[in-house]
């Protein structure tokens, strides 16, 4: 079956970089769109970042110039290296990727403080 394993979250000071991995398997992952999402409290989830199987990306407004989506189809691995981290990044991050349904990581927490 399909699952996607998060990692890498954290807690950084404002200014700082994390990177987050996104492991897949049950998926021809090199043929499929991966998506990061993110979540903060009281709010909905809302789309970060996706790159097509071709590497093709796009970007949120509030992170274009500090995130950067990536992928290592011989791993089957998303990532997500995120710089210049503010607080209002602060969420849990989620990694989606769609074939018949939609499948969603169990995400990794981002903690950024001021």
């Known amino acids: 079956q399909v699952q996607l394993v998060e990692s890498g979250g954290g807690l950084v000071q404002a200014g700082g970089s994390l990177r987050l991995s996104c492991a897949a398997s049950g998926i021809i992952f090199s043929m499929n769109t991966m998506s990061w999402y993110r979540q903060a409290p009281g709010k909905q989830r809302e789309p970060v970042a996706h790159i097509t199987g071709g590497g093709s990306t796009i970007y949120a407004d509030s992170v274009k110039g500090r995130f950067t989506i990536s992928r290592d189809n011989a791993k089957n691995t998303a990532y997500l290296q995120m710089n210049s981290l503010k607080p209002e990044d602060t969420a849990v991050y989620y990694c989606?990727?769609?074939?018949?349904?939609?499948?969603w990581g169990q995400g990794t927490q981002v903690t950024v403080s001021s």
């Open positions: 989606r990727v769609i074939m018949k349904s939609v499948y």
